[in-house]
C-alpha cells in the first residue's frame, strides 16, 4: 500500500514561488509515474505536471515554464517548485502516483489528501 502526503502550500502573493512536497511511502520505487493535480472551487481536478519512470516530464500550458517538477528517489519525495504565482493558481493541489511506465491522465492508483494553495492579487 502507497501512501503519500503533501506539504508546503500556504498563501502568497502574485508573484511569489511556493514548493510543494509529496513524501511517499510504501512500496513505491522508481517504476511509477508521479503527478501533481490541481483543483480550484467548482473546477474539475487537472493534471498539470507528470514525471514518469524513466525521468521525462510534461506539463499543462498554463503552467510550463514557471512549475517544475522532480523526484528524488533516495527519499521518496516528489516536488514542484512553483514560480511567477498568479491568483489563477489557487487551488487545491494534490500529488498522485500510478504504478508502470504509463501515466494516466486521471485514474492514478494512489493520491494524497492535498495542500491548499493561495495566491492573493
Known amino acids: 500500500q502507497v501512501q503519500l502526503v503533501e506539504s508546503g502550500g500556504g498563501s502568497v502573493q502574485a508573484g511569489g514561488s511556493l514548493r510543494l512536497s509529496c513524501a511517499a511511502s510504501?512500496?513505491?520505487?522508481?517504476?511509477?509515474?508521479m503527478a501533481w493535480f490541481r483543483q480550484a472551487p467548482g473546477k474539475e481536478r487537472d493534471r498539470i505536471a507528470r514525471?514518469?519512470?524513466?525521468?521525462?516530464?510534461t506539463y499543462v500550458d498554463s503552467v510550463k515554464g514557471r512549475f517544475t517538477i522532480s523526484k528524488d528517489y533516495a527519499n521518496s519525495t516528489l516536488y514542484l517548485q512553483m514560480n511567477s504565482l498568479s491568483p489563477e493558481d489557487t487551488a487545491m493541489y494534490y500529488c498522485a502516483a500510478h504504478p508502470g511506465r504509463f501515466c494516466p491522465l486521471r485514474s492514478f492508483a494512489y493520491w494524497g489528501p492535498g495542500t491548499q494553495v493561495t495566491v492573493s492579487a
Open positions: 514525471i514518469n519512470s524513466d525521468g521525462g516530464t
Open positions: 510504501g512500496s513505491i520505487d522508481s517504476y511509477y509515474c
